[in-house]
């Protein structure tokens, strides 16, 4: 991996960044978009690598299922697999082990957990993470991490953290025997849960492996903690890490939990929100999601947002149609979806030019004022922004501020 | 007003009820001209007036989508329907996504692949379902509809009846006065002063499973009127001549032939019967205008269809269908000749059974999990083939979206950091059944989006070889010749179909189970946040 910023806020943290990996630049910061069996819901890849991604997510333990290891080697890796000839990410595995299986065991040699085809308990170590990583093929892969929910409290979260470091050892001894070290990139998992102290001590045990992994992600978050808990733990780890290498914040998505990490030093997001939520008709904009399954949308003759170059809104789809489609049409899910990837490139595009141009704190405000305007500003951004000098209630007495996760619903009749 | 127009090309001295080929040509009051369709020739079938899996960019990607059937009943579910809130020169078009220039829209009341059981039709009106029950369409209302939206086509209301059999002597009297009736009504000239858009009328063939009555009710078509009922349609001096193209919906008929077991039938028993009652129909009129038919079920019935009718055009029913259970059509005509080797083939033929060959490839089924192969067998991917001249001068190319994936002549940027790759436009590997295969089992809508564009360029392919036999000297002569062999290579009774049904069944159940489970709230995982959020706002949307 080539990495290089090349520029940086002056006011806050966050900076652009190339990232040169085996299929080519990616330009940070980015969104990624979540394929998990391979496939962006409904799109073909010719459709993804149009709406201008050229990162994507594919999940392991779910392609270690289906269609397996063997058949991903057969066919020559992922990419080939599912025809995406751009940048791709893979994860461990770990998280949906211990998510999706109820019976998943850690132990020092790995998780033990039950096999979903005949039940046989089955362990994935953190050097079976990596080969089955290798066999997929992703341009960045994951450590195996000991994965706790962020709202765990106790002793579980500290031998969780240190488990991880003894399992990025292991995994950073099994990727650099491979030999693969050259197109595939190894990143290691911050853990730590909520405590600082744990999160400064990993940071640091990872910060004296730096040489040998080739980015950071921060772990162990978006699990239903408090929203200003979650940027906390994010600046002091964003702010800890190394310049020279990426940073990643998983299973983070919502417009402004991924400006606010944006300008805490985040690079790079994931989630499979945009996406998951455009099945259910809900339509990202710059002015607050639109839910159109509402009725108030079934004569509206104006599409989702006419300024967006997206497909379904440059060739005219009108939110009267989409009402008509979402949810009982797949057309509809693609439509939405083919909208929401390019809200989100678009938003971390903007993001982009904002930085080089020396203009994302006036970005953020703009962003703020539209997304929330009179429905009052989430009270974390408002503090996470303070704490890298963005007032977003500069010269806006008038705003209101809420509490809580503060999330904008189109959700009114 | 629409004009439709159809050339008949075939060389030969015509008959009644002999293949032909021929030339669609559409022109518009306003507007441009829609692109000719040569014939026999393929319809692409809608739901909720969207051709299934297909957004807009594969719609258009997907050359074999010319003329489209839509049918209005599911915009009844909201008053008034939204596609007549629509203005402009084409509103239908630009409602649905089509482009007027590559797509005819044809508008039909009902849907005509729909043979449920339902209320009965009055003088006043023709039942109809959307999501959200029945609906009672007049035909004063269907008129104003159909000016409103402004397709290029248009069937005028039947009275076909879809309620418990049998009908009586009475009943069928009844419904050829109707459709008479309410055929006359659409083509009533338009009293406005401003000439506006009037689509091309169809008719659909009213009869039902009565020689005596078909031919009556086509007889009263081409009658020549006298005093009121002229003055109804003046100019016309009969209905014949306002009217376009002649509709047969198999699956009323069908089920007037076979009630209790309809999609049992034997083919070749249920053909029969059919072509004497289409014959029926088409025998008091004018050959020169074209023949549809709806719900054929297979490409054997079709060429059955073109060689003992005439047929002209064909929706693509059940190979949509076969996309939506996971089928990959292989299957050419001619039919590969046997001189062809299995090594000519790209991949593995479809399935024998009884030394006949499966239409097409189940790719639920076991066997695909390892076969990195492309679809079909008789089908090479564009990007085998140094360039687009040399394609299809040694093996036929299938252009579809799966087999000849081609990335976009231009991507989106989003900063002006972002550069975009050089190898835009490019042709890229066909998808392989293994993939497909995978994207089936994990329930990725992925797979039937590849299967629809694959399954209606096979089809098309297959009239596009159709219309290649009939343009030869002596062209019907090698048509049935080939049309003989069609039948001895390939199997017609696609038990191929009713296995993936198998399959297709026990994955959406599986995926039933597996959602609940996923989809619980209260885990505590990064996506439950996002997947509760999602769940209370549709919530919300269902109140
Ligand atoms: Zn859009
Ligand atoms: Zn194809």
Redesign the pocket.
Known sequence: MEFEVVAKCPVTNARVSKMKLAHGVTVLPTFMPVATQAAIKGLTPQQVESLGINLILNNTYHLNLRPGIEVLREAGGAHKFQGWNHNLLTDSGGFQLVSLNKFTQITEEGALFESPFDGKPTMLTPEESISIQHAIGADIIMQLDDVVSSLTTGPRVEEAMWRTIRWLDRCIETHEKSGKVDTQNLFAIVQGGLDPKLRDQCVDEMINRKHRVAGYAIGGLSGGEEKDTFWRVIKQCADKLPFDRPRYSMGVGFAEDLLVCVALGVDMADCVFPTRTARFGVALTFKGPLNLRLSKHQAEMQPIDDTCPCPTCSSGTTRAALHHLVTLETVGAHAVTQHNLVFQARLMGRARDAIMNGTFPEYLKTFFADYFGDKGYPEWCVNALRSVGVDLLDGKDNTAVVTGSGAVWDRSE | MSTLNFTIQTAEPLSQFTPRLGRLSLHRHEGPPAQDILTPALITTTSRGIVPHLSRDNVVATSPIAWTQVHFETFLEQTPPVLALHKGSHPLHTFLGYEPEKHILALSLRDPHDGQEMPPNTKEYVTCRCVRGVRRVSPASWRSLVLACKPDVVTALADTPFTPLPHSQKRITKSLERSTAWLADLLKPSQETVPTEHPAVLVQMAGGNEVRARKAFAEGLVERLYGKDQELVSPLQTLDEGIAGYVFDLVPLQLSLAPVAAARVEETVSSSAHERLLKASLAPLPITKPRIVHSARSPHTLLRLIQDIGIDLFDAHFAQRAADIGI?LDFTFPAPYSTQTEEQHLALLPRKRENRTDLGHNLFAATYAHDHS???AC?A?AASFPSISQLSSEFPV???????PRSYPSWIQHSALDTLPTDVGTFQK?FTRSYIHHLLHTHEMSSHTLLA??NL??MEAFLAGVRGVLSKVDGAKLFTEEVTRFHEVYDEHMVVFEEAKVEWASVERARGKGRLQREKPGNTTPLADSTAMSARVSEKGAL
């Open positions: 990959a492309c679809l079909a089908f991917g299938c252009l579809c979206g799966a087999c000849s066909p564009m694959h360029t096979v």
